[in-house]
């Protein structure tokens, strides 16, 4: 349904429209999972992450909350295909209270 993925509150530029600096993010393999991580200069800023991934050239995200500083993937998608599908890049983007969103920062794989 059109509540499937979880989504952001969209930006109030009236209130402020400056977006938090983008995190500083680095990855690292682990069996079969792709731990990303990141940090950031300002936390205060920060009310949430999203962190973006693609497979077969189509982005995925996952919005997290203003505490985590990593999340871990599997470095293959499953879907429909008996093939697995490897994930290419990565993207992480700190987000403000009032929804302004940094700059992505796309690291390929």
Do not use: C, M
Not at 50 to 55: E, I, L, M, N, P
Not at 83 to 92: C, E, R, S, Y
Not at 98 to 108: A, R, T
């Amino acid at each position: 349904g059109p509540y499937r993925k979880e989504a952001l509150v969209p930006a109030s530029p009236w209130l402020d429209n400056t977006a938090p600096e983008a995190p500083q993010v680095t990855n690292q393999t682990q069996n079969d999972s792709l731990l990303i991580s990141w940090t950031h200069g300002q936390p205060d800023d920060v009310f949430r992450w999203v962190v973006y991934y693609k497979a077969a050239n189509r982005w995925e995200y996952q919005i997290l909350n203003r505490k985590d500083r990593s999340l871990a993937i599997k470095k293959f998608t499953g879907g429909s295909k008996p093939t697995p599908i490897p994930v290419t890049a990565i993207a992480v983007a700190a987000v403000d209270r009032l929804g302004n969103e940094s700059v992505l920062k796309e690291i390929q794989l």
